[in-house]
């Protein structure tokens, strides 16, 4: 038994040196928000309005509608764990809605691959995406490692790396989806032998330019930050970073190199993938506790 509370105690302090990192820094980029005035015009205007940039918008109706097919039976949660998840990517999405930055280009990376960063980006999209008001793109920019076709179950031949090239439109690109109308997904095609050539370039400008033109929210599923050139120039263009770690999996020396390279006014925040519960102590489940409200008793 003591080999199981010491287990216990090495795993509480990984994770707490893990999440006092995080937070450090996450407190850093938030004081970055109010002490830099170089940041004013990213912000919006006192009245809430936001100048529309001088590009021109993309014509959403001229997309393909597909019908995604989001993996398979073996990969769905079950009917009690679903609504628990559903209320987490809400706070996400309550969160950065309600950040001082207001931002709407987000990257979304990690510190190595195998986070989850993939899913992240695509729960985050789908649930902007849920308010029938709101316009979202979800953009593979890992075009080194390209899957976000595969798991939506879509045509991934024309991606992102082909608009970078200047072989193919926005439009022909990307593609909306059949089951939420709001959400338009561009995948990265056909892998690129040199990325970071194509995201110097000024169609990736061009591309973030009429992407914000056009939608409310853009969801960038990016390459792990600081492993490939190009991270540099996704995170440039965009309002924000999101972080995700994967307990169990992130190495702290990865996260720490991770956040030495994101820049302090870029942080938005941190996603914890995969958190597991102790031996001894669960996470608190409100989703449980509200279900229990109508037995007496509870």
């Known amino acids: 038994m003591s080999k199981t509370f010491d ?3 090495r795993a509480e302090e990984s994770v707490g040196k893990l999440g006092s990192e995080l937070l450090q820094r996450i407190g850093e980029s938030q004081s970055a928000v109010i002490e830099d005035p170089t940041l004013d015009e990213r912000r919006p205007a006192r009245d809430g309005s936001v100048a529309a940039p001088a590009a021109t918008r993309i ?9 995604a097919r989001v993996g398979g039976d073996e990969q769905r949660s079950d009917d009690l764990e679903e609504p628990k998840i559903l209320e987490q990517f809400r706070l996400i999405r309550s969160r950065l809605t309600q950040h001082p930055y207001q931002p709407r280009l987000i990257t979304v990376t990690s510190a190595s691959k195998g986070d989850g960063k993939t899913m992240t980006a ?12 709101v316009s979202v793109a979800l953009v593979e920019t890992d075009l080194r490692r390209s899957c ?16 970078l090239a200047g072989k193919s439109s926005i439009e022909e690109a990307m593609v909306r ?14 892998t690129s032998e040199n990325p970071a050539e194509l995201f110097e370039s000024p169609r990736w400008q061009q591309t973030c330019d009429q992407l914000r033109a056009t939608f409310d929210y853009v969801i ?10 190009e991270s540099d120039w996704i995170i440039r263009r965009t309002d924000g970073v999101l972080l995700v770690v994967r307990l169990g999996q ?4 990865s ?21 597991f519960q102790w031996l001894f102590w669960k996470t608190r489940d409100y989703s449980a506790y509200y279900r229990d409200t109508e037995t007496p008793g509870k």
């Open 220 to 229: 960038f599923d990016a390459p792990p930050a600081g492993m490939v050139a």
């Open 122 to 133: 695509m729960n985050v999209a789908g649930i902007f995406a849920l308010r029938p008001d």
């Open 255 to 275: 996260l720490r190199d991770t956040l030495e390279l994101i820049p302090k006014d870029k942080l938005l925040g941190a996603v914890v993938n995969c958190s």
């Open 59 to 67: 014509q959403t109706q001229q997309m393909r509608v597909v019908s």
């Open 148 to 163: 976000m076709a595969t798991n939506f179950g879509i045509g991934g031949s024309v991606g992102l790396s082909n608009v």
């Open 250 to 253: 992130t190495e702290h020396s």
């Open 7 to 9: 287990a216990l105690k």
């Open 177 to 190: 989806l059949e089951q939420l109308p709001s959400l338009h997904v561009m995948p990265a095609g056909k």
